[in-house]
């Protein structure tokens, strides 16, 4: 059975419980397979990351349930809610009710732009729906927000390339974040965000912290997320993996520099 396929893959190391609600029959057992999976998880000591409601019907609120089983079971910090797309088609009334119980909760939320893009509105004629969930609402309430990928290459998406600047990119657009601040936040969405979420001890680039990360040419993040930069360096464990020269493009154009950086074209002063 699927529990026990779940109990065999758990006891040999997985350490992260999923679940996926919606596909379930009926409300009901969508909603008992996120108490029991929430469940197997606090006994375990383990993180959940929850498939849930990846669906354009607003009636789907396994979230709902998700939140409710997190605070009942004493997981704050350690549930994540993936996709919540659903939440893009509910009334604002529900929401309000709803956003507030998944920030008291210290759930996380995953929202996957390019998959959810993709596949959500496949049944509107017009207007057709975007899908993704309400990122800046669920951000501004004090919720975890990191834009995951979901698929790479597979039948779902068969365009991904496990780029998270392409993420960031289209999270960007989707969920109409342009100020300044919301296009470096969206930077944060697929680096610090996404660690915390994750529990990664040892990120980021203070003194101490693990050697792990991608130097970019670039000037600064928004940058980063506007050219979807070239890779420079790969870094894992303080040792370069991988290396790539310096992009470069050169022009035969009288009265032009005879070289063009893109990145030297990045807005000078405060990113921010």
């Known amino acids: ?42 006994k375990r000591g383990l993180m959940v990351d929850m498939h849930c409601d990846e669906s354009d019907d607003p009636l789907s609120r396994h979230v709902e349930t998700l939140a409710y089983e997190t605070t009942r079971l004493g997981l704050q910090g350690r549930v994540a809610g993936s996709h919540l797309t659903s939440m893009h088609s509910m009334d604002n009334y529900y929401v309000s009710k709803l956003i507030p119980l998944m920030a008291e ?3 996380h939320a995953i929202p996957n732009p390019l998959i959810n893009i993709m596949l959500q509105g496949r049944h509107d004629t017009y207007p057709k729906r975007r899908g993704q ?29 496990a780029d998270m600047l392409d993420v960031a990119f289209m999270g960007l657009h989707v969920g109409q974040l342009s100020s300044r601040a919301d296009m470096r936040w969206c930077f944060d969405a697929v680096t610090v965000n996404s660690a915390a979420i994750m529990g990664l001890e040892g990120y980021g680039l203070e ?17 980063a997320i506007r050219l979807r930069a070239h890779r420079l360096n790969t870094v894992r464990g303080g040792r370069i993996i991988a290396s790539a020269p310096c992009v470069e493009h050169v022009l035969d154009m009288p009265g032009r520099p005879l070289t063009l950086e893109a990145s030297n074209y990045a807005p000078k002063g405060n990113s921010g």
């Open 1 to 42: 059975t699927a529990l026990e396929n779940l109990t065999r893959a758990l006891d040999r190391g997985v350490d992260v419980v999923g679940g996926i609600p919606h596909f379930e029959r009926t409300m009901r057992d969508g909603a008992e397979s996120v108490r029991l999976l929430c469940e197997i998880a606090e």
């Open 105 to 107: 909760a210290g759930l």
């Open 207 to 223: 003194v101490g912290c693990d050697a792990n990360f991608i130097r970019l040419q670039a000037d600064d993040p928004i940058e």
């Open 133 to 161: 969930t309400r990122v800046r609402e669920l951000r501004d309430a004090g919720i975890t927000v990191g834009f995951g990928s979901d698929c790479v290459m597979d039948p779902w998406y068969s365009l991904g390339k």
